[in-house]
């Protein structure tokens, strides 16, 4: 589904040069949860914007199913660590966004955005303006919005970042239900080892200066998983252990959770 | 919600403010009929109020007030549109703003009563001028205020928007002009009192009618009572105009502080 080859991104700013990332190299499936983790600076932001279509490779190909991207890839959803719903809006106005840009009449807009409402459990909240909304909410409802025009690939930086211990792991839950009743294809950023190694198929760690890919591993934990149990699991340590000895090596280059 | 104690305590300030002004009220009328103040040059409180009871009666105080309230409005009217219109337009046309801002900041620094005589000059007497008048003055406030707001506008809300599919037209018209409204607003509150004092202005240069007339037909018959009501309408009219864009803005931005 996405096919990523060779991709390198270098940025230019006055003078001096930065390496994002260095020859990446990256398959996606279809339907895969696959996590991104690594220190703050290794690229993984960049390549989500990449995939996006907001940033364009400086070497290598970006292919997404089949294409390269050209523009912004209006094929996949993006939820950023700074929820961008539009603060003078009610939830409900906020999460029909993608059905008014695609002019859907309001019977089957009202209809549709009452049923995500709902999956995100914010019911009694659609007429609320964000400000009145918590983190977690505001972030059900980003997803919400996300979801709500059926992108293929859903694009995930960091989106329980800002939220409680507690709260992070109700959201992981939440959104692996989702998962599994939409089947989409998800690409999660994460500072949080234990975050990606309770979601995800695949896990992807980075490594800073340069920006590149350390290792991919596959995650030998069954599915359907208890996010609040998992850690449990008999293998999850000997998988926890192995990741973070390489993403040690970055420790003391950036930030790691 | 506030508690009981600060309620009250808010009531107490109340009352004593009206207190306040009944007493010195009262001090004015009382030393203006003992003869103590000379009252061709202070007037006092009730011979305010019997000309203003008498202009109302007779008619003349509509109509001057009409006047001066039809001049702002249409003067609002056509600055905000203007003004509003050409910083949508030059927020996101980085060249032609940065070519036109200075003349406009230029003439912006010409203090608005200073350009009265020009626009009577060119339109007469009569409430045509007085409305450009006002209307350039709103302009630039609105113009400026309404650029500020459309740049200032986060550019992550414009990619999400993007990113779901949106085309230029739609941000425009869902994030832009919506996040521009806050400034939209605070240009236009800006400009009511100086759209006052330009309409004002302008009238007691050279007008048929208005506040502003009003004003200076008292003062050259040396009524000073006559000169001391028009204020006093003036007050209420500005207090008026001030409270109503409040009110607007307070439901327009209810979002805000929700």
Same mark, same amino acid.
């Given at each position: 589904m996405i096919d990523i080859q060779n991709l390198s991104k270098v940025f230019r700013s006055g003078g001096t040069t930065h390496v994002?990332?260095?020859?990446v190299n990256l398959k996606i499936n279809k339907g895969e949860f696959v996590s991104f983790v690594g220190p703050?600076?290794?690229g993984k932001s960049t390549l989500l914007n990449m995939i996006a279509g907001l940033i364009q490779p400086s070497e290598g190909s970006l292919l997404y199913e089949g294409e390269p991207v050209v523009g912004i890839n209006q094929k996949v959803g993006y939820m950023t660590q700074k929820d961008t719903l539009l603060?003078?809006?009610t939830t409900e106005a906020n999460i029909s966004v993608p059905l008014e840009i695609r002019k859907i009449s309001n019977a089957e807009k009202k209809e549709k955005v009452m049923r995500y409402i709902d999956m995100v459990n914010l019911r009694g909240f659609e007429n609320h303006y964000p400000m009145q909304l918590s983190g977690g909410m505001r972030k059900r409802a980003a997803l919400a919005r996300t979801l709500i025009y059926d992108p293929d690939t859903i694009l995930m930086d960091e989106p329980f970042g800002a939220l409680d211990a507690q709260l992070k792991l109700v959201m992981q839950d939440e959104l692996l239900r989702i998962w599994r009743e939409t089947q989409k294809t998800i690409i999660f950023v994460t500072h949080d080892l234990g975050e990606a190694i309770n979601l995800s198929d695949r896990v992807v760690v980075f490594g800073a200066k340069p920006g590149r890919i350390r290792m991919i591993k596959k995650i030998d934990? /069954?599915?359907?998983?208890d996010v609040f149990k998992v850690?449990?699991? /008999?293998?999850y340590g000997e998988i926890y252990e192995e990741l973070w000895d390489v993403l040690e090596q970055d420790v003391g280059k950036g930030e790691v959770v | 919600m506030e508690s009981t104690e600060v309620a009250a305590y808010r009531k107490r300030v109340q009352i004593t403010r009206m207190i306040v002004i009944a007493v010195l009220l009262i001090i004015w009328e009382v030393t203006a009929r003992a003869g103590v103040m000379d009252v061709s040059w202070s007037s006092y409180p009730s011979q305010i109020f019997g000309q203003l009871s008498k202009w109302a009666m007779e008619g003349i105080l509509w109509v001057h007030i009409g006047t001066t309230l039809n001049e702002m409005f249409w003067g609002f009217l056509l600055g905000s549109a203007m003004g509003i219109v050409s910083a949508l337009i030059n927020g996101r046309a980085q060249t032609l703003e940065k070519t036109l801002n200075p003349y406009i900041l230029a003439i912006y620094s010409v203090p608005p009563v200073a350009l009265a005589p020009l626009f009577i000059l060119w339109?007469?007497?009569?409430?045509t001028g007085k409305i450009f008048l006002i209307a350039s003055i709103v302009f630039f406030l609105v113009y400026l205020n309404t650029l500020a707001g459309v740049k200032e506008v986060d550019q992550d809300l414009i990619d999400s928007m993007r990113i779901m599919g949106a085309d230029e037209k739609t941000i425009y018209t869902r994030v832009i002009i919506p996040n521009a409204g806050i400034w939209i607003l605070t240009g236009l509150k800006q400009a009511v009192p100086k759209a006052i004092t330009g309409a004002i202005a302008a009238e007691m240069m050279a007008a048929k009618s208005g506040m502003g007339y009003l004003i200076m037909e008292s003062s050259s018959m040396l009524d000073i009572g006559g000169v001391l009501a028009s204020l006093v309408v003036l007050l209420i009219v500005g207090l008026a105009l001030t409270e109503l864009v409040s009110r607007v803005e307070r439901f327009l931005l209810r979002w805000k502080t929700a």
């Open positions: 994002a990332l260095q020859k703050s600076g290794c603060p003078w809006r934990l /069954p599915r359907s998983r850690r449990f699991h /008999p293998h | 339109f007469g007497l009569g409430v």
